[in-house]
């Protein structure tokens, strides 16, 4: 069974950098075509896309709104994607979540497994 687990979240200042972090588990992935992808969901909004990567070739999306401040990663040794957030803003505010979908996409009803989130607070 697919399990993701987020970490990495927390509070800091406009400006500021975090790296968010999914441990996926249950299967080896890097020769996978799969995507993973990480969303974003603010209080009375829509879940949104940020970014996603292919495990096996490295591949990437980005949303506009996030393109040169943040960069998604993969560690196939470690099963493991990041998500390095620099020059964060206060509307980067949100709960951040992990997915794997079938195949690399912006799409959330494509991923089938999610992780639990976790909270990234930017102050102004």
């Known amino acids: 069974q697919v399990q993701l687990v987020e970490s990495g979240g927390g509070l800091v200042q406009a400006g500021g950098s975090l790296r968010l972090s999914c441990a996926a588990s249950?299967?080896?992935?890097?020769?996978?075509?799969?995507?993973m992808g990480w969303f974003r969901q603010a209080p009375g909004k829509e879940r949104e896309f940020v970014a996603a990567?292919?495990?096996?070739?490295?591949?990437?999306l980005y949303a506009e709104s996030v393109k040169g401040r943040f960069t998604i990663s993969r560690i196939n040794a470690e099963n493991t994607v990041y998500l390095q957030m620099n020059s964060l803003k206060p509307e980067d505010t949100a709960t951040y979540y992990c997915?794997?979908?079938?195949?690399?996409?912006?799409?959330?009803?494509?991923?089938?497994?999610w992780g639990q989130g976790t909270q990234v607070t930017v102050s102004s």
């Open positions: 990567v292919r495990w096996d070739t490295g591949s990437t």
């Open positions: 997915g794997l979908a079938w195949v690399l996409t912006r799409t959330a009803d494509n991923y089938n497994h």
């Open positions: 249950g299967r080896p992935f890097h020769t996978d075509a799969m995507g």
